[in-house]
């Protein structure tokens, strides 16, 4: 079965500190990787995504994430937080589905900051 | 460059009361649009799903309906609102043509409360 597992709920950090939100996926063929973040009341923002190449991606706002097909895992790092990272991160998978495709996502993980 | 629109931004409405919300993609043709709802402590649940006008994809049975009437518009519906429909409600395009690495770009939500 397909599905993507964040085992953090919520997540404490204090600010100028590093930062790892732990994401494990299942997917049967070769998986396509995306973390999304949700400011309070807001839409998803794409920080990064992984589909192919260095297993090491790069995203926005200073985020990368590595990818670990051995585990199974695609979490998402930062060597120091700030204050606004505080918000709601979404790992998913993209798998096929009915006539296309679709995002699986996780349940998410909240993050605060503390000063 | 594109946008997507959603409104209203907020609703509270009644049991039973019909629903409709609505969602427009400017500065692309035929792209993917997704509905998706947010309930507390659930993540995000793909509902609906449309390659085309008039071409729409359910996940699941549920209390709720989707239109396209127009290549970028993507309409939300119910006849019957249940307490159980109040969440936060998302769209979301991706590009035309259906691969599992497509980027979803999310709109700001409907935040819906049923009383």
């Given amino acids: 079965a397909q ?25 049967g063929a070769t998986p396509y990787l995306f973390w999304y973040v949700q400011s309070p009341g ?19 706002k200073g985020f990368e ?29 993209g798998v096929l ?19 | 460059s594109q946008t997507i629109h959603q409104w ?8 039973g009361s019909p629903l409709s919300l609505e969602c427009t ?5 035929n792209p993917n649009l997704y509905w998706y709802r947010q309930a507390a402590g659930r ?17 699941v049975p549920q209390n709720l309906s989707a239109s396209r009437p127009q290549d970028r518009q993507f309409i939300l519906s119910s006849k019957k609102l249940l307490l159980s429909d109040s969440g936060f409600y998302l769209c ?9 690495s497509d980027t979803q770009y999310f709109g700001p939500g409907t935040r819906l409360t049923v009383l």
Avoid: M
Avoid at chain 2, 92 to 100: E, I
């Fill in chain 1, 65 to 93: 994430a590595e990818f670990k097909r051995s585990q199974s895992s695609f979490n998402l790092r930062k060597p120091s937080v700030h204050w606004s990272d505080a918000a709601e991160y979404f790992c998913a998978v």
């Fill in chain 2, 8 to 15: 209203p931004a907020t609703l509270v409405q009644p049991v």
């Fill in chain 1, 97 to 115: 589905w009915q006539a296309g495709t679709a995002l699986i996502f996780g349940k998410g993980t909240t993050l605060s900051v503390s000063s």
């Fill in chain 1, 3 to 27: 599905s993507v597992t964040q085992p953090d709920i919520h997540i404490t950090v204090s600010e100028g500190a590093s930062l790892e939100l732990r994401c494990n996926y299942s997917y």
């Fill in chain 2, 92 to 100: 979301a395009w991706s590009v035309t043509g259906s691969t599992r």
């Fill in chain 2, 43 to 59: 993540g995000l649940q793909l509902l609906f799903y449309s390659v085309g006008i008039g071409q729409i994809s359910s996940e």
């Fill in chain 1, 42 to 60: 807001q839409g998803l923002q794409l920080l990064l995504k992984y589909f192919s190449g260095d297993t090491l991606v790069q995203g926005i």
């Fill in chain 2, 25 to 29: 993609v400017e500065g692309t043709s």
